[in-house]
C-alpha cells in the first residue's frame, strides 16, 4: 500500500536554529502534499498546501517567512522551521494524495515529527 | 466557513459496539473520511464514504451517513482494546482540502 515517509520522527532543538522535516511519498507520486501542526489533545491544523514545482499555498495566519516549504519532486516535499522558538515546538505531520478507489482524494499521513525547541 | 465536529471523549467495555458520531458543516462535501491516530502517530485512514451512499460496512466498521442532517458516524463492533485511539471524522471540501474535527479519543476497558 501507499506509504509516507516522514523523517526526523523526533528532534530537539536550539532556540535560534532552523529545522527541516522531510516528507516521502515511497511507492506512489504527490503532485500534492499537506503539512499540518498538532498540539496536545487537538485536531490537525492544516499549515500549508505544497504542489510540486510551484509555491507552497499557506492558511491564514501561519507565517511563510518561519515555516518554508520546498517540493522540488514529486516524491519529496520538505518543511523548514526557520529561527525556531520554544512556542513553535509542536508535532507536524505531512500527507501525501492520492487518489482512492471511486475517485476519493485518500490522504496517506506519515508518521510525524515532534519537534521540541529549548 | 466549514467545520467538523465530533464529542471528544468515548468510553466502552471490550467486546461491546463503540459509536462515534460526528456532524459538518459544508453540504458540498464530496467524500467524509475516518482516520485512526495511535499515541505518537500519524493519522491512519480508517474508510471513507462517498455522499450520495448512506452505509458503507467494512468487517467491524459500518459508516451511516445523514446528509440531509450532515451527521456521519462510526461504529466499531466487538470493540477490542487494539481500538483505544483517537478517531477523527474529516470532510473533503474543494481543492483537496480535508478539515478533520477535533478527534474522539476511544477508551476500550478490559
Known amino acids: 500500500g501507499a506509504v509516507v515517509s516522514q523523517h526526523p520522527s523526533r528532534v530537539i532543538c536550539k532556540s535560534g536554529t532552523s529545522v527541516k522535516i522531510e516528507c516521502r511519498s515511497l511507492?506512489?507520486?504527490?503532485?500534492?502534499m499537506f503539512w499540518y501542526r498538532q498540539f496536545p489533545k487537538q485536531s490537525l491544523m492544516l499549515m500549508a498546501t505544497?504542489?510540486?514545482?510551484?509555491?507552497?499555498?499557506?492558511e491564514q495566519g501561519v507565517e511563510k517567512d518561519k515555516f518554508l516549504i520546498n517540493h522540488a519532486s514529486l516524491t519529496l516535499s520538505t518543511l523548514t522551521v526557520t529561527s525556531a522558538h520554544p512556542e513553535d515546538s509542536s508535532f507536524y505531520i505531512c500527507?501525501?494524495?492520492?487518489?482512492?478507489?471511486?475517485?476519493?482524494?485518500?490522504?496517506?499521513f506519515g508518521a510525524g515529527s515532534r519537534l521540541t525547541v529549548l | 466557513g466549514e467545520d467538523v465536529e465530533q464529542s471528544l471523549f468515548l468510553s466502552v467495555r471490550e467486546g461491546d459496539s463503540s459509536v462515534i458520531n460526528c456532524t459538518y458543516t459544508?453540504?458540498?462535501?464530496?467524500?467524509l473520511y475516518w482516520y485512526k491516530q495511535e499515541p505518537g502517530a500519524g493519522l491512519q485512514l480508517l474508510t471513507y464514504?462517498?455522499?450520495?451512499?448512506d452505509m458503507k460496512q467494512d468487517q467491524r466498521l459500518t459508516v451511516l451517513l445523514n446528509k440531509k442532517d450532515k451527521h456521519l458516524s462510526l461504529r466499531i463492533a466487538d470493540t477490542q482494546t487494539g481500538d483505544s485511539a483517537i478517531y477523527f471524522c474529516?470532510?473533503?471540501?474543494?481543492?483537496?482540502?480535508?478539515?478533520f474535527g477535533a478527534g474522539t479519543r476511544l477508551f476500550v476497558k478490559a
Open positions: 459544508d453540504s458540498s462535501s464530496t467524500y
Open positions: 505544497s504542489n510540486e514545482g510551484s509555491k507552497a499555498t499557506y
Open positions: 511507492d506512489f507520486q504527490a503532485t500534492t
Open positions: 474529516a470532510e473533503e471540501t474543494g481543492g483537496f482540502k480535508t478539515i
Open positions: 500527507s501525501a494524495t492520492r487518489q482512492g478507489r471511486a475517485g476519493a482524494n485518500v490522504l496517506t
Open positions: 464514504i462517498f455522499s450520495n451512499m
